[in-house]
Nanobody, 124 residues
């Protein structure tokens, strides 16, 4: 059974850093792993993804240069720097097992399993 468990969320001030972790179990490999986020009243949006085979990374424009996704074995991390109040969201980790098409890295349909989410709140 594939499971994803996120951790590391919390309440921080604008400008602070935070590191989210995601532990994948039930699989030893995947096509890609990603982070999405959802703010209250908003759709879930893509944040970052990492391709399992070569570690190539992909970012939303809103976080490029501030967030870094990385992977170590079956754990994926999201290092978030220079946090802003608009980064406040529930952050979800996801794993894609099927398609290696880059277009799928950016959309929810490209992922097969999701974690429960971890809350990140950035105060101004």
């Amino acid at each position: 059974q594939v499971q994803l468990v996120e951790s590391g969320g919390g309440l921080v001030q604008a400008g602070d850093s935070l590191r989210l972790s995601c532990a994948l179990s039930g699989r030893r490999s995947a096509v890609t792993m990603g982070w999405f986020r959802q703010a209250p009243g908003m759709n879930r949006e893509f944040v970052a993804a990492i391709r399992w085979s070569d570690g190539k990374t992909y970012y939303a424009d809103t976080v490029k240069g501030r967030f870094t996704i990385s992977r170590a074995n079956t754990n994926v991390y999201l290092q978030m720097e220079s946090l802003r109040p608009e980064d406040t969201s529930v952050y979800y980790c996801a794993v894609g097992l099927r398609s290696d098409s880059r277009a799928y890295y950016y959309v929810e349909a490209g992922y097969d399993y999701w974690g429960q989410g971890t809350q990140v709140t950035v105060s101004s």
